[in-house]
Structures are given as structure tokens and as C-alpha cells.
């Protein structure tokens, strides 16, 4: 709520309780109004992100207005500006990438419009322009991924070749999951990663990217490494296309355990996923609450997570919410 909007709601409250209007009375009147910038809806993972959000703020009374920016900075920004000049309470986003935010959070923090960050980390100097980042730890991920890889490889004596499907260039998740994986498979020089290429988190362009990976490579990959499961998926249609079997010929290893991924680790056709929740709806909607109660946010509220390997998938597949 911006400065101005809580001097008119003190001056409006003195006003109730000089009438004998109970303050309590008065307060619950005014709806909490919160814009949300969304990324887009390239994946499982961004989907089941949405239906929280949306169900979520329905749920806590908070009055939602959601932009999909279709994976456009640009876009992002624009919505940004528009709930800016709505005088929303509170302005939410998940960043598509990490750079270029500077200028319209210093805008919003002009405007008195607190900003909460969820699912992905802004990169900017002054951290004053944010109020909290909610969402999980990619490097951990990828430190997961590559700690399960060497595990797995662990009696195999010659070299381990890796392909790697990276995510949208410039987003956190791409560049930390990246790197956690490399901090582990650096322990032991039979890792190499011989190829990596991004396929902006989308099962099309991990299909197309993995194709050409085939071919430039093809039976010299022994493991295929993506950023998230639907990269993955596409990924796999490309493998059995090439005539060879994946999960065996060529191990997989991706992120997010999304239902889609569960269902290709019971097919037997992915080796594992690493757990990166998007059910940040109801966490959203109690910062924000809390926000707007006075109360002060820890800067990093970070989700738990697992990881699951194909053979719990089947007993694991009825308990998952995404
Ligand atoms: C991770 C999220 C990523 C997912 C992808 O928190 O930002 O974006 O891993 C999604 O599936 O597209």
C-alpha cells in the first residue's frame, strides 16, 4: 500500500471512529490488490505455478490482476508499469531473466509499491528495491543432479559424456543449475560435458536442440542433462526417434518432477527428477498479507525440496500435487 493510500485510509479510519464506527469494521472493507507479472506458460512447471497463484489469492480474498508476459522481458516491464499506474497494494513477479529490472522497480519503489520476487532472483545493485525472494535454491538443483550422476557412474572406468538441454538464457534457473552440477561432476575428469545448448525450458525446442545433438554426437552420449522436465520430454521423443532407447542408452537426469515427469520415469524412460516446486500460491498470499499488515518479510524464504529416481516414481505418482 503506498504512502499516500495509507494517510487517506488513517484519515478515513479517525473519521469511522469519531462516528462510533468500529475500526475493525472499517478496515475489513478494503481489498488487498496485488498485480502479478507471470513469466509465461512454456511448461508443466509454469502451469501448476499459475494455478496456485490464481487459486491462492482467490482463496485469501486478495484481489488478483495477472499479466502472462509470453517469456518477453518487455512484456514483464509493461505490466509492471500498468499496475504502477493502477496503484496496486502490492506488485509480485517471477523475472525471466536476471538483468535489466533497475529502472521499473525504482519506479515502483517511488510509487510506495512494495515488490515481493517469487520463483527466480533479480540481479540489481540495490537490493532496497525488493522486499522478499521466495522460491528455490537452483544451485542446490543442480548440485543434486550432479551428486546423483556420480553416484551412478561411480564403478564406470572410461569417460562419461554429457549433453546438456540449459534453460532460458540469462534466467536464474539456467545459470544455477548449471553451475551446482558442474561444482560436483568436477570432482572426477571422466565427467565432460560435450555439448550444451539452451532449449528455453520448452519441449519443442528440447525436442529440435536434441536432435542436432544426436546427430553431431550420437552414440558417443552416455547422459543427457536438462534443466527441466520438458526438455526433457522432448528430448526423449528425439532419442526414440534416433532409434535409441532412452533411460538406458542414454541416461536422464532433468528438474522440476512435474506429473509429465513421473509418468516418463513409470514408462521407464527417464532415470530420475529433481523436485522444484511451483505450489508458491498460498506462500505468496501470506507475504503479502503479512506486508500489508506492517509486518517485516525475511529477505529469502526458501522451498524445501527432494529428489525422486525412476524406480520410487509409481509410489510416489499418487501423491503429487503438480
Ligand atoms: C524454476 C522455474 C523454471 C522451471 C521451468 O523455478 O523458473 O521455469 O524449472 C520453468 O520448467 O519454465
Redesign the pocket.
Known amino acids: 500500500m503506498n504512502a499516500q493510500r495509507r494517510q487517506v485510509i488513517a484519515g478515513l479510519a479517525a473519521a469511522t471512529m469519531a462516528a462510533g464506527v468500529p475500526l475493525a469494521a472499517f478496515a475489513q472493507k478494503k481489498k488487498i490488490v496485488l498485480g502479478f507479472s507471470q513469466?509465461g506458460a512454456?511448461?508443466?512447471?509454469?502451469t501448476a505455478?499459475t494455478e496456485s497463484i490464481k487459486s491462492a489469492a482467490k482463496e485469501a480474498g486478495i484481489e488478483l490482476k495477472f499479466s502472462d508476459a509470453q517469456q518477453k522481458q518487455e512484456n514483464q516491464i509493461k505490466a509492471i508499469r500498468s499496475f504502477i499506474a493502477q496503484r496496486v497494494d502490492v506488485i509480485a513477479f517471477?523475472p525471466v531473466v536476471e538483468s535489466g529490472w533497475e529502472t521499473v522497480l525504482r519506479e515502483a519503489k517511488a510509487a510506495g509499491i512494495p515488490v515481493i520476487l517469487t520463483?527466480?532472483a533479480v540481479n540489481v545493485k540495490d537490493d532496497s528495491l525488493w522486499v522478499t525472494f521466495m522460491?528455490?535454491d537452483?544451485l542446490e538443483e543442480g548440485r543434486k543432479a550432479g551428486r546423483w550422476l556420480v553416484e551412478k557412474m561411480k564403478d564406470v572406468k572410461g569417460d562419461v559424456n554429457i549433453v546438456e538441454l540449459q534453460?532460458?538464457v540469462g534466467?536464474?534457473?539456467a545459470i544455477d543449475r548449471k553451475r551446482g552440477f558442474e561444482e560436483i561432476i568436477k570432482t572426477d575428469p571422466k565427467f565432460k560435458i560435450i555439448r550444451s545448448q539452451t532449449g528455453d525450458?520448452t519441449r519443442a525446442k528440447g525436442k529440435e536442440v536434441m536432435e542436432a545433438f544426436l546427430k553431431a554426437e550420437g552414440r558417443k552420449i552416455n547422459v543427457l542433462y536438462a534443466?527441466?522436465?520438458?526438455m526433457a520430454i522432448g528430448a526423449i521423443q528425439a532419442i526414440e526417434e534416433a532409434g535409441l532407447k532412452p533411460a538406458q542408452d542414454i541416461i536422464i537426469i532433468s528438474?522440476?518432477a512435474?506429473k509429465g515427469a513421473f509418468e516418463a520415469m513409470m514408462a521407464g524412460k527417464l532415470n530420475v527428477t529433481v523436485e522444484?516446486s511451483?505450489l508458491l500460491g498460498p506462500q505468496l498470499m501470506q507475504a503479502v498479507k503479512d506486508l500489508m499488515a506492517g509486518k517485516t518479510l525475511p529477505k529469502r524464504i526458501v522451498t524445501e525440496e527432494g529428489i525422486f529416481p525412476m524406480e520410487v516414481a509409481a509410489k510416489e505418482f499418487p501423491n503429487r500435487k503438480y
Open positions: 513469466i512454456e511448461s508443466e512447471w509454469r505455478n517471477s520463483d527466480r522460491g528455490s537452483f534453460g532460458t534466467s536464474a534457473p525450458f534443466h527441466n522436465d520438458d528438474i522440476d512435474v522444484c511451483p
